[in-house]
């Protein structure tokens, strides 16, 4: 079973900027999407992106379009989320999944492994 380890999180200001890292513990090949996901105190897991195994399919929140990117190092088995123009509502732990299918998908059941999550703040 394949592990995914989160990185990347920590403590900025209002406007600033964090990148978020998922690595991989061993390549998978074939298709499968790799998702990011969020979940704040109290509220539900929310899909936040997702990229195809191409790289060349990706689909977005629509409060983080313009703002996150999603990208994959398939040579890494690593994948990013460049998140800029951070707002408080950002507050999240943020989680990284794999779903083994070639479609995207933003509910949190049709991904089948996780990571542990890592914790992003932003302040006012």
Not at 115 to 124: F, L, M
Request: aromatic share 12%.
């Amino acid at each position: 079973q394949v592990q995914l380890v989160e990185s990347g999180g920590g403590l900025v200001q209002a406007g600033g900027s964090l990148r978020l890292s998922c690595a991989a513990s061993a390549r998978t090949f074939g298709n499968h999407v790799m998702g990011w996901f969020r979940q704040a105190p109290g509220k539900e897991r929310e899909f936040v992106a997702a990229i195809s195994w191409s790289g060349s399919n990706t689909d977005y929140a629509d409060f983080v379009k313009g703002r996150f990117t999603i990208s994959r190092d398939k040579a890494k088995n690593t994948v990013y989320l460049q998140m800029n123009s951070l707002k408080p509502e950002d507050t999240a732990v943020y989680y990284c999944a794999r779903r083994y299918y070639s479609d995207t998908s933003l509910q949190p059941g049709e991904y089948a492994v996780w990571g542990q999550g890592t914790q992003v703040t932003v302040s006012s």
